[in-house]
C-alpha cells in the first residue's frame, strides 16, 4: 500500500467514523451493506452530516460562511482530485468511482443553503424542492453504489429510492418540530399553523409519509441482495418511529423530540440478523 492508498484509507476511515458517532442506528444498519458498498455509503453520510450540521448546529458562528467554505472546499477537492479535508476526499472518490452526477450533489447543496434563509412560508413547490434537495437526492446518490453503473436498473429504481427519502426527511421533519419551530423558527410543511397544530393537519401529513413508504417498499425489494437487507434495516427503524410518532398527540410533538429506544433499535436488528433469509423483503 502506497502512501496515497493509506491517505485515502484514513480518509474513509474518518468517513467511517463520522457515521458511527453522528447515527449509531445507522452505522449498525451499514453493517449489514456488504463490504464494496458499505465504505461508499459512509463516504456519502460524512459528507451529508457535515453540510447538515453546518446549518443546523453552528450557531454561534457564521454559518453563511462555513457553508461557502465547505462547498468551495468540496469544488476544490473534485477539480483537484485531492483534499486534505478527509470528508471531502473520501466523498469524492466515491462520487467519481460511483459516477454519482454532478446535479444530485449541486441540489444536495441548495438544499443545505435554503435552511439559512427563512423557513416559514413555504409553498407546495418550495417544500418539494427542499425535500428533493435535501434528501430524495441523497438516496440517489446511495442507488447509484447500489447499482454499481447499471444505469438501466438505477432508472427502474430512481423513483422509489426517492420516495424512501422523502419518507425519512417527512418524519424526521415531525420528529424534530420542537427543535425546529421552538429555536430555530423553521417550519417546513406548507399550510400549517404550528401554533394551532391540529390533528387532522398531522394525519394528512402522515398520510402522505404512508404513501411514500409504500411505494418505497416496492423498490427495497427489487434492490441487489448486496444493499437490500441494510435498507430494509433503515426502513424498519423509521417504520418504528412512524409508528411512535402516529401515537404522540400534535402539541405533545411541539414540546418535545420522538424517538426509538436503543433496546428497540438492538432488537430490530438483532431480528434482522436472525432472518436474513428475508422473506419478508
Wanted: glycine share 4%; with cysteine; net charge positive.
Amino acid at each position: 500500500m502506497n502512501n496515497l492508498e493509506i491517505f485515502n484509507k484514513v480518509c474513509g476511515q474518518s468517513s467511517k467514523l463520522v457515521t458511527e458517532k453522528y447515527s449509531t442506528s445507522f452505522s449498525r444498519a451499514s453493517t449489514l451493506f456488504q463490504p464494496e458498498i458499505r465504505q461508499h455509503i459512509y463516504n456519502i453520510y460524512g459528507f451529508v452530516r457535515f453540510a447538515d450540521e453546518i446549518v443546523d448546529t453552528f450557531h454561534d458562528y457564521d454559518k453563511a460562511k462555513l457553508m461557502d467554505e465547505f462547498e468551495q472546499s468540496y469544488r476544490s477537492a473534485l477539480e483537484n482530485g485531492i483534499s486534505l479535508n478527509p470528508i471531502l476526499q473520501s466523498f469524492c472518490l466515491t462520487q467519481k468511482e460511483k459516477n454519482i452526477p454532478q446535479h444530485l450533489v449541486d441540489a444536495f447543496l441548495h438544499s443545505m443553503k435554503m435552511d439559512l434563509g427563512d423557513i416559514k412560508n413555504f409553498n407546495d413547490e418550495k417544500y418539494n424542492e427542499y425535500i428533493y434537495g435535501s434528501a430524495e437526492v441523497v438516496g440517489l446518490m446511495c442507488l447509484k453504489v447500489f447499482v454499481n453503473g447499471d444505469v438501466e436498473e438505477y432508472n427502474r429504481l430512481k423513483p422509489y429510492a426517492q420516495s424512501l427519502g422523502a419518507a425519512f426527511q417527512k418524519i424526521n421533519f415531525l420528529r424534530d418540530i420542537s427543535a425546529d419551530y421552538n429555536d430555530l423558527n423553521r417550519m417546513y410543511f406548507p399550510n400549517v399553523d404550528f401554533s394551532k397544530f391540529s390533528s387532522q393537519a398531522k394525519q394528512e401529513i402522515e398520510a402522505d409519509i404512508a404513501k411514500d413508504f409504500a411505494h418505497a417498499f416496492i423498490g427495497i425489494k427489487m434492490l441487489p441482495i448486496s444493499s437490500r437487507i441494510a435498507v430494509f434495516m433503515a426502513y424498519k427503524y423509521y417504520i418504528n418511529l412512524f409508528k411512535k410518532i402516529r401515537k404522540t398527540k400534535p402539541e405533545l410533538l411541539l414540546t418535545k423530540r420522538i424517538s426509538v429506544s436503543n433496546a428497540r433499535k438492538i432488537y430490530l436488528f438483532g431480528e434482522m440478523v436472525l432472518n436474513k433469509n428475508l422473506k419478508l423483503v
